[in-house]
């Protein structure tokens, strides 16, 4: 499996952005996808899930109600939509898959829940 992350770059606060993530996997629709994001000297943190076969999706506290993800089975690809940035979120982006079977609720935002990362995508907010 691999995985393409893009649509990252640099933004003015309160702006928006779409990242996306390309996997190349037969049965995309049987993975359960993960934002994690990391800024400099802090480690990975999770920000959103999506499970698999249309299951529920999931958010870190800091960016409900701002940021939506999504997929497209079709197109074996993962958004994550980002609305009203800050310099907070400011880091790399990376998107994660998870095979069948699919994660409990709990520990979707967990990295070790994760099989494979792709190479991540920089966002950068300025104030």
């Known amino acids: 499996v691999q995985l393409q992350a893009s649509g990252g770059g640099l933004v003015q606060a309160g702006a928006s952005l779409r990242l996306s993530c390309a996997a190349t996997?037969?049965?995309?629709?049987?993975?359960?996808m993960g934002w994690f994001r990391q800024a400099p000297g802090k480690e990975r943190v999770f920000v959103a899930a999506?499970?698999?076969?249309?299951?529920?999706?999931h958010y870190t506290d800091s960016v409900k109600g701002r940021f939506t993800i999504s997929r497209d089975n079709a197109k074996n690809t993962v958004y994550l939509q980002m609305n009203s940035l800050s310099p907070e979120d400011m880091a790399v982006y990376y998107c994660?898959?998870?095979?069948?079977?699919?994660?409990?609720?709990?520990?979707?935002?967990?990295?070790?829940?994760?099989?494979?990362w792709g190479q991540g995508a920089l966002v950068t907010v300025s104030s």
């Open positions: 996997v037969r049965t995309f629709r049987d993975y359960t």
């Open positions: 994660a898959a998870k095979g069948p079977p699919r994660p409990i609720v709990s520990y979707v935002s967990s990295t070790t829940a994760y099989d494979y």
């Open positions: 999506i499970r698999s076969n249309g299951g529920s999706t």
